[in-house]
């Protein structure tokens, strides 16, 4: 069976940092580009940052430089690793796979997407 599974998001105060896993089963997520998007109430789904099959890394511009993607070929898994977080970065984030090298924005290229985990960054 193929899946996506997220964990790790939770409540943190301003500054705090948190990090998201997506696993994969059923498939080889190496094999795939992956990207993380988040969807906050009443907003769009917005891609957050992708890893492609060749390992570059695109970050949206209002992650830069807090937000880090990695993977581990081992664990099958992908991180997102979230620091200096910011009450705007409270939303619900997913990971999402697609076969190919590429990474996209756009959601609707991705043919895998996980039940996504909710981050709150509150005081």
């Known amino acids: 069976q193929v899946q996506l599974v997220e964990s790790g998001g939770g409540l943190v105060q301003p500054g705090g940092s948190l990090r998201l896993s997506c696993a994969a089963s059923g498939f080889t997520l190496n094999s795939y580009a992956v990207a993380w998007f988040r969807q906050a109430p009443g907003k769009e789904r917005e891609g957050v940052s992708s890893i492609s099959r060749g390992g570059s890394t695109p970050y949206a511009d209002s992650v830069k430089g807090r937000f880090t993607i990695s993977r581990d070929n081992a664990k099958n898994t992908v991180y997102l690793q979230m620091n200096s977080l910011k009450p705007e970065d409270t939303a619900v984030y997913y990971c999402?796979?697609?076969?190919?090298?590429?990474?996209?924005?756009?959601?609707?290229?991705?043919?895998?997407w996980g039940q996504g985990t909710q981050v709150t960054v509150s005081s």
């Open positions: 999402a796979a697609r076969p190919g090298w590429g990474v996209s924005w756009d959601p609707a290229v991705y043919n895998y």
